[in-house]
């Protein structure tokens, strides 16, 4: 064991999947250059098994170390959820914590209350919300929902939003399809300079603005209710 | 009153559109009620002759469906119907969260752990989205081989002491 390490601290082989639950407190779970799975800190139980190496933690904070790549489920009623290092397909929820990946294969994350953020996703990123914000820095395809939240994006090919009331801004490189629907938020969308994506803009009674020359270069769809639309290069 | 008897297995389906509040406060009253009559509508026609609509929730509707495939069947049409119409410019964002189970009758309504659980996943769910529980899964058994089916993991839900496995369901 190493020093300063928690006695309850238990070391798995390592197995393709990853699952930790909690009921309350934060999990953190670290995908890193080792050939094992360490539970560091805060397990109730740990078993290994076709279903991957499952951790239960009760309540306090759980700490898992496991290779770079692995998949992880994680869930947890009230505590935070951080994903630190590189890891594989990964789902995560927490009915009102605040969840922080950052740097995954495809990304499924959900929480009622708490905010998403996704540093860099290399395929799908679909994040759920009903009143937190969520943020993804870079990600190849986005699937982004909430209710109220705000919404971020700095760098994805495709995008699906529906927002409520919150606020819309997304960069988008090599324009693919961007489908947003929005109720009474604002939409900001920033393509590439000298991109000419087909447009379909809609803005119930807010504003229009849209920079491109429209053409094939993929499409942008956009319909709000009240919120205005902007489109401009970058 | 039909109170504290076992209702017979079945599945149970929550019904919830995402951002009602603010399209309310958007669009205005007159526009919220036509929403939710849409949604009722198309959840009617829709809905197996035995399968009925339990209660209306407000923004959403309580539906029991006896058969786990018919109501498999019956989400994901509605999935489609719903889709259809927010493609049409109704903004129909409605969440679906479905569980078999035994729940118990309370007149024309059913009480319940099954109830609670199934008012729980769809807190999980997004915009557009039908999540169902594992018991949901093996009831409908090979009928999911059809459908594109994600595990979600084990979820943990305030209330409910054990975690349950979800599953997001959809046909594309």
């Known amino acids: 064991m190493m020093v300063g390490m928690d006695p309850s601290a238990r070391v798995v082989p390592a197995e393709r999947t990853v699952r930790v639950t909690t009921r309350s407190g934060p999990v953190t779970i670290i995908g890193e250059d080792r050939s094992d799975v360490l539970v560091e800190q805060g397990a109730d139980s740990v078993t290994s098994g076709s279903r991957g190496v499952e951790v239960t933690g009760r309540s306090g904070a759980v700490v898992v170390r496991c290779p770079s790549g692995t998949d992880v489920f994680a869930g947890t009623a009230s505590g935070s ?20 990946i950052e740097r995954v294969d495809d990304a499924d994350a959900r929480t009622k209350s708490g905010n998403i953020s996704v540093d860099e996703c290399a395929g799908a990123c679909r994040c759920c919300s009903k ?30 939003v529906r927002a409520g009331s919150g606020s819309v801004t997304l960069g988008v490189t ?12 604002s939409v900001a969308i920033a393509v590439p300079d000298g991109s000419h994506p087909a447009t379909e803009l809609h803005a119930g009674s807010g504003s229009v603005r849209c920079d491109c020359i429209p053409g094939t270069d993929g499409a942008l769809r ?3 209710r009240s919120g205005s639309i902007s489109v401009v290069e970058r | 009153m039909n109170v504290g008897v076992d209702a017979s297995p079945g599945a149970i389906v929550f019904t ?20 939710l009559e849409l949604q009722e509508r198309l959840v009617r026609g829709a809905l197996p002759q035995d399968a009925r609509v339990v209660k209306d929730l407000g923004d959403g509707l309580m539906l029991w469906i006896p058969s ?105």
């Not at chain 1, 959820?81 to 969840?99: A, D, E, Y």
């Not at chain 2, 919830?16 to 929403?35: H, K, M, S, W, Y």
Request: proline share 3%; aromatic share 4%; glycine share 12%.
């Open chain 1, 81 to 100: 959820v951080t994903l630190r290092g590189v890891l594989g397909s990964v789902h995560v929820t927490s009915h009102s914590g605040t969840i922080q």
């Open chain 1, 131 to 160: 009143s937190g914000h969520l943020h993804v820095g870079r990600a190849r395809v986005v699937d982004l929902m909430t209710a109220s939240g705000k919404v971020e994006a700095d760098e994805v090919h495709a995008a699906t």
């Open chain 2, 16 to 35: 919830d559109i995402v951002g009602f509040t603010q399209f309310t406060a958007a669009r205005g009253d007159a526009e919220a009620l036509a929403l």
């Open chain 2, 68 to 172: 786990a495939r018919a109501a498999l069947r019956t989400a994901l049409d509605l999935q489609e119907r719903f889709g259809e119409a927010a493609d049409e410019g109704s903004p129909l964002w409605v969440r679906m969260g479905m569980h078999w189970g035994c729940p118990k009758r309370r007149g024309d309504d059913l009480v319940g752990h099954d109830v609670n659980l199934t008012a729980r996943i769809l807190d999980v769910a997004g915009a557009g989205e039908l999540l169902i529980s594992a018991a949901a899964a093996r009831a409908a058994g090979d009928a999911l081989g059809a459908v594109v089916c994600e595990e979600l993991g084990p979820v943990v839900m305030r209330g409910i002491p054990d975690q349950v496995p979800l599953y997001r369901v959809s046909r594309t």
């Open chain 1, 222 to 224: 956009v319909a709000t």
């Open chain 1, 174 to 185: 090599d324009v693919d399809t961007v489908d947003v629907e929005a109720h009474s938020g």
